[in-house]
């Protein structure tokens, strides 16, 4: 016998998900019918292409979400261990990070 989790976390808007693909099928036919009422579904219709799909309401992309951009990019090198000292050492000296040093180094040339 399988112990059943009872998950704490989620959220207490009123909105479920169901058990199964046969749940998120049989209300599709009743919303298609008439016979359930939009508003106590927890998916939304959306019309995709001539066909209806129920697109969950919660989860997915937010407005907002994520880190900041910060206006740098990533860039990866590869230099000998007497370059790597030196911009230790620049960066030790103007108390600045390495990426800070290499750019006041390229900042020079």
């Known amino acids: 016998m399988k112990k059943k989790i009872e998950y704490t976390d989620e959220p207490q808007d009123g909105l479920e998900l169901p058990e199964s693909g ?17 508003e106590v579904l927890a998916y939304d219709r959306v019309e995709a292409g001539g066909h209806v799909v129920l697109a969950p309401r919660r989860g997915g992309r937010r407005e907002g979400a994520g880190r ?3 206006g740098h990019v990533r860039m990866q090198l590869l230099v000998s261990p007497e370059t790597r000292r030196k911009i230790e050492s620049l960066a030790k000296r103007r108390k600045v990070t ?10 020079l040339s």
Not at 22 to 28: G, L, N, P, Q, T
Not at 99 to 107: G, L, T
């Open 98 to 107: 390495l990426s800070e040093a290499v750019e006041h180094m390229a900042a």
């Open 68 to 70: 900041k951009a910060t």
């Open 22 to 38: 046969f749940e998120v099928v049989s209300r599709a036919r009743q919303m298609a019918a008439g016979l359930a009422a939009p």
